[in-house]
């Protein structure tokens, strides 16, 4: 008698097949595997990236069937160490909702907060999401006239309102981090306009342009579902009776309640000050300083693609660089990557300015650019107190104000006259920034020590990418690769150790950093809470 055949749900590695416009995986499934094609139920590509190390170009899948098979055949295709079967996840049962007095509030309408309102809405309670920025349609037009004229909206700005830090970003999606929520953050953002293959390509972006639309689209989304916004809304105070939450006070007066997701990033200083004077218990944490560089954006691809330079299915290039220092065992590395983007200033402070990374989808500028940083751990500076860390980033920031000439335009310096030490009297070309630079020596920045580790790294990354320093330009200073403070948690419950119903999530929390990292942790903290 034929064996009876059951539905299996097998993840598949490492599939290679050449790169071609349309390619029919079931065809290749039946081919590599012998399956038959009308057992395969559905396929789902879970990631696609690309390999032009050989001679020709592939692209590798990995992805996940459910097939009708016997076990035989399952026990053999098990054999093969690129087959895996998985199992069902059981879903969660939603509790204590029902028990709430007040709706809990998100503050910070971020990648965190934006996912942890995600989540409670559908775990059956509509949170309040109060925001001190403006609605992507009105900060666009503040960002813009930072751009160009060097005036700073303090409340609205690269890092405040609708969307958070990243909606002027690259919105790049990678993040080392393993979990399965990762699937439904890139699900959230196709439902809301994003395009389908960021939900198996390697290395998902989505761009300036599209978050400006997708950002407002969840927000408009959640609004349906009875989230409630406050936009142009700052939380000044927090407040904590007896360890727990009572409500929050925000430019329109008092909001009681006794939960809330502090999902506020690291650039709102006030609100760490807010919690240490609160006795919440902080900790400081190591971060990374260092500067900008930007690059043609056709002498990366040239050296990273080689042949393939220009190929539509590679894009414009992308590279990680990382050092190891052995005098000081200290780390210089690239960091947030922005292929085909540009240079941009960020600031939320009148007196102080940094660097950071955006494009478009079409990552098609003239120009890439990268964080190099280096490491700095909280024994590197001095005293105890937890928020050292930024004591010593608003110090580099106001330098980078004062030498860019105290209007937003950003000190430069040829990176072969930073390694020199010598003074760049004109740059080796334009640059992507605006509202403009000025050349000056970034030798200054940091002691001889840090400087010395960052001069070690760029020669080390110039080893590896030919012609590195002698074709880059850096901007000084990049600061906020991730927050120097962490807001000590509950391991369990996620709330702030010794406050109830006090849950810090995403960048500010100090466990979570860029886009895709912190919407999880938003994810996590408010399915705890449910
Ligand atoms: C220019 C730039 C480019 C970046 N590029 C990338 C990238 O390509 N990929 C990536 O993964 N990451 C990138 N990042 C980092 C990423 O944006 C952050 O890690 C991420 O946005 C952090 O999410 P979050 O929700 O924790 O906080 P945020 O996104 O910082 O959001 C916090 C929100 O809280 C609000 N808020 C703060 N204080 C208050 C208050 N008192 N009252 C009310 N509201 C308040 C702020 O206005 C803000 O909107 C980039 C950041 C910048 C600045």
Known sequence: MAEKKSKYKLKIINLCCPVEESMDLHAVLVSCFGLNKE???DLTILRRSTDARKNSLFFVYTLVINVFITKSDADELLENKNIEKLFERSKRLINKIARLKNRPIVIGCGPAGIFAAITLVERGVAPIVVERGERVIDRVKSVDKFMNFGELNPESNMFYGEGGAG???DGKLTTRMKSVLKDRVLREFIDAGAEKDIAYISRPHLGTDSLRKIIPNIVEKLVLKGVDFLFNTNVQNIIIEQGRVKGVVADNGLIKTENIFLATGHSSVEIYDLLNNKGVLLEPKGFAVGFRIE???????????GKFSGNKFLG???YYLAYKDKKTGKGVYSFCMCPGGYVVGCSSLNDALCTNGMSKFARDSDFSNAAIVVSISPDDLE???PLKGFSFIHKLEKYAYELGGYNFCVPVQNAVDFINSNVTENLIRETSYRPGVKCSDLNYFFDDRIASILKRGLKDFNNKILGFIDEGILFGVETRTSSPVRIVRDKIHCNALGIEGLFPVGEGSGY????MSCAVDGIKAAEVFC
Do not use: L, N
Request: hydrophobic share 35%; net charge negative.
């Open 167 to 169: 909606t002027f970003s």
């Open 316 to 318: 414009a290039a992308e």
């Open 512 to 515: 979570a950093g860029g886009i």
């Open 383 to 385: 005293g105890d107190e």
């Open 295 to 305: 690059h043609p954006r056709e002498f990366i691809d040239s050296r990273q693609h």
């Open 39 to 41: 057992d395969i139920v």
